[in-house]
Antibody, heavy 119, light 107 residues
Framework: QVQLQESGPGLVKPSETLSLTCTVS????????WGWIRQPPGKGLEWLGH???????NYNPSLKSRVSIFVDTAKSQFSLELTSVTAADTAVYYC?????????????WGQGTLVTVSA | DIQMTQSPSSLSASVGDRVTITCRAS??????LNWYQHKPGKAPKLLIF???SLQSGVPLRFSGSGSGTDFTLTISALQPEDFATYYC?????????FGGGTKVEIK
């Protein structure tokens, strides 16, 4: 079955760019939307955005223009970039498959990766 | 943005208990409501989509109901593996938003 695995640095300095990659295995990336959700320590889940493999994107306006999602169909990967990070961006970051057929639910998730923003 | 309010924020229950969690949307979201189970260190798991449809592989003791602004997740007979945090999520409009979570603990 389809599995997702996040990868990337666990520590990012303030004002720098957070970059994470999610590898999709067991299925095609060229069928669904793919997205990112995060959970700051002790807080709830926050949707960051999602992207169709063709390039159509939908981002959370609260992040203004700091967030970007890219898809590399050749590598079956999609990536998150979050610029100008602060301590408030410290969180566990999850990649997930966004399924419009299930009333816009995230039906498959990665295990999550903790990213700490600190000097 | 559509605000999703869950209640209670936590509850204590025993194995075998019937558990009900509610989720209220700040405006009507039709049936664009999904429920997830989240255990520490694990990937969140989709339980219910479209307010009342059971995701494949999810035990029948889980059920969902509601439409418009008020929704309910029910666990008919709590099992040891059900102790977790549960989140609702609306897919009606962007930005997609989640409820604050309900932590189900062992009594």
């Amino acid at each position: 079955q389809v599995q997702l695995q996040e990868s990337g640095p666990g520590l990012v300095k303030p004002s720098e760019t957070l970059s994470l990659t999610c590898t999709v295995s067991g299925g095609s990336i060229s069928t669904f939307y793919w997205g990112w959700i995060r959970q700051p320590p002790g807080k709830g889940l926050e949707w960051l955005g999602h992207m169709f493999y063709t390039g159509t994107t939908n981002y959370n306006p609260s992040l203004k223009s700091r967030v970007s999602i890219f898809v590399d169909t050749a590598k079956s990967q999609f990536s998150l970039e979050l610029t100008s990070v602060t301590a408030a961006d410290t969180a566990v970051y999850y990649c997930a498959r966004f399924n419009e057929n299930l009333r816009d639910a995230f039906d498959i998730w990665g295990q999550g990766t903790l990213v700490t923003v600190s000097a | 943005d559509i605000q999703m309010t869950q209640s209670p924020s936590s509850l204590s229950a025993s194995v075998g208990d019937r558990v009900t969690i509610t989720c209220r949307a700040s405006q009507s979201i039709s049936s664009y409501l999904n429920w997830y189970q989240h255990k520490p260190g694990k990937a969140p798991k989709l339980l219910i989509f479209a307010a009342s449809s059971l995701q494949s592989g999810v035990p029948l003791r889980f059920s969902g109901s509601g439409s418009g602004t008020d929704f309910t997740l029910t666990i008919s007979a709590l099992q040891p593996e059900d102790f977790a945090t549960y989140y609702c999520q609306q897919g009606f409009s962007s930005p997609l938003t989640f409820g604050g979570g309900t932590k189900v603990e062992i009594k």
